[in-house]
């Protein structure tokens, strides 16, 4: 356990998003015995001009325009930084010495205004924590100067927005921090080649509103559909699930209704998936809503894809299929290997097939429990502690 520190998060993810942010998570954690600053990145010039109609965007937005205070305090040791000035948009460079040049010019026009911020709140001997943010923080620890410098890997950054400049810097970035910490093993793995002082801490979820003690109501959208439902929740993006394993796992198994809930991408909404008469996709549902649809599915399953970015991905979803107590068929992964004991972990539609049937028949009260019990290990309060463990041993 450490206390009474200062922690300085740079936050890749707004504090104000409406998904869940592990970062977030991780800062409200250790607010609880240490003091917090949670910067939210900055928008660029481009972004701004462009507009957003998201709660985070308006939220900077209002703060480069003096119409909301640059400093919010949300509790008695966290405090939330949003920039009062846009940024250069600079991702269409190329990668090499012109990016790094107005890279650096950004951030030191960031960590600038940081040191000043960190001055008034009396910030001193900080712990510096880089969520996954490999550009507007690469100057980071060289500016700040903290006591200790941490780079958080929650994800391979493999998409179209990194993929010109992340290759060569996330390595770099990796070397000057002096502790990686990842919330898989594969992320935490893949970094030691760069820096010794990598290791995984597990993922936190928060499972409070998961709960097997209340009845949930049935959604109007599924009282109709035969049982027994096999059913996903969450995006459907065809960059993280495999469209076709799906439509073949649903064409042999024309006696079992597959429900989708989420928004889907174009990929997804043009796919045969659509032509079967057992596949129902629902769109996209409130997170408060999801939770009821879980209650009422027979199986949940987690068809995913592998590849560059999900190879390493935690899925947070596969924890709160456990939580109520419901048997899960998904693709078998490194990360997946956490959930041996708990989960089918299937490849290709001849395990699936066989994962869903024998889930359906492997659902006693006490593997029920051992199921709950199991996802509710995975807290926040153990990730964290995994991360001060290993603070404690880098310095």
Same mark, same amino acid.
């Given at each position: 356990m450490i206390t009474e520190r200062d922690f300085v998060f740079t936050g890749m993810q707004p504090w104000d998003i409406s998904i869940g942010s592990n970062a977030k998570d991780i800062a409200l954690e250790v607010s609880k015995n240490n003091r917090v600053l949670y910067i939210n990145t900055p928008l660029d010039k481009k972004t701004l001009w462009k507009?957003?109609?998201?709660?985070e965007f308006q939220q900077r937005k209002n703060v480069i325009n003096g119409k909301s205070k640059t400093l919010r305090q949300i509790n008695?040791?966290?405090?939330?930084l949003d920039y009062p000035f846009s940024i250069l948009p600079i991702n269409f460079l190329p990668d090499g010495v012109l990016f790094d040049f107005f890279n650096r010019r950004n951030n030191k026009k960031m960590y600038k205004f940081v040191r000043k911020i960190l001055k008034e709140i009396k910030f001193e001997k900080y712990i510096l924590f880089?969520?996954?943010?490999?550009?507007?923080?690469?100057?980071?620890?060289?500016?700040?100067?903290p006591t200790l410098s941490i780079y958080y890997r929650r994800d391979n950054m493999k998409s179209l927005f990194w993929q010109k400049h992340a290759p060569r810097l996330e390595p770099l970035l990796w070397q000057k921090s002096n502790l990686i910490v990842a919330n898989s093993p594969q992320l935490a793995e893949a970094a030691k080649? #760069? $820096?010794? !002082?990598?290791?995984?801490i597990g993922?936190?979820?928060?499972?409070?509103n998961y709960r097997t003690d209340r009845v949930y109501p049935v959604p109007e959208d599924i009282k109709n559909i035969p049982k027994p439902i096999i059913g996903y929740v969450g995006w459907v993006t065809s960059r993280r699930l495999d469209a076709d394993l799906l439509y073949n796992i649903a064409n042999s198994c024309k006696d079992y209704s597959f429900v989708i809930v989420g928004g889907e991408d174009e990929m997804f909404r043009k796919?045969?998936?659509?032509?079967? #008469? $057992?596949? !129902?996709?629902?769109?996209?549902?409130e997170q408060s809503e999801t939770i009821a649809y879980i209650a009422h599915f027979d199986v949940c399953i987690n068809p995913q894809k592998i590849n560059e970015i999900t190879i390493g991905n935690y899925p947070r979803k596969v924890d709160e299929y456990l939580a109520l107590g419901k048997p899960v068929v998904a693709t078998k992964t490194q990360t997946m290997e956490i959930f041996a004991d708990y989960v089918w972990n299937c490849i290709g539609v001849e395990e699936y097939v066989l994962g869903i049937k024998e889930s359906l028949q492997q659902n006693s009260p006490q593997i029920i429990?051992?199921?709950?019990?199991?996802?509710?290990t995975h807290t926040w309060s153990n990730s964290v502690n995994k991360l001060y463990n290993c603070i404690e041993n880098v310095k």
């Open positions: 507009g957003e109609n998201t709660i008695q040791n966290l405090w939330v880089i969520d996954n943010d490999i550009y507007r923080s690469f100057y980071a620890p060289d500016f700040l100067h080649t #760069n $820096n010794i !002082h990598s290791y995984d993922q936190g979820v928060d499972l409070t796919h045969e998936l659509h032509m079967l #008469n $057992n596949v !129902h996709f629902l769109g996209p549902k429990n051992e199921r709950i019990l199991f996802a509710h």
